[in-house]
């Protein structure tokens, strides 16, 4: 079993920044990426950003392009978000997610990450 959790959500001011983490712990594993999704109040949850643990290749959604950078700290087993330029409709709770295996839906899709956070709330005032 991995757990994830999640810091570093608050309330920022539009065009402001913030710092999202996401430490996995539990038994031994292989990742075969990690992402960050993201759901709004009354809204589904979407895609955010995802990367490969193994090479490192990065993938976002158009909506965050440019604005937001995903990486993470291989060593620590840390999953890092930099949001910045943010709007409000960046608002949501925001989530980490680890899967263990290549799937055919590909890397965006929500189903190839078998295990989530709790959620970490990002709040963006006008």
């Known amino acids: 079993q991995v757990q994830l959790v999640e810091s570093g959500g608050g309330l920022v001011q539009a065009g402001g920044s913030l710092r999202l983490s996401c430490a996995a712990s539990?038994?031994?594993?292989?990742?075969?990426?990690m992402g960050w999704f993201r759901q709004a109040q009354g809204k589904e949850r979407e895609f955010v950003a995802a990367?490969?643990?193994?090479?490192?290749?990065?993938y976002y959604a158009d909506s965050v392009k440019g604005r937001f950078t995903i990486s993470r700290d291989s060593a620590k087993n840390t999953l890092y978000l930099q949001t910045n330029s943010l709007k409000p409709e960046d608002a949501a709770v925001y989530y980490c997610?680890?899967?263990?295996?290549?799937?055919?839906?590909?890397?965006?899709?929500?189903?190839?990450?078998?295990?989530w956070g709790q959620g970490t709330q990002v709040t963006v005032s006008s």
């Open positions: 990367i490969r643990w193994g090479g490192g290749s990065t």
């Open positions: 997610a680890a899967g263990t295996t290549a799937r055919p839906q590909g890397i965006m899709s929500h189903s190839v990450y078998e295990y």
């Open positions: 539990g038994r031994p594993f292989s990742l075969y990426a």
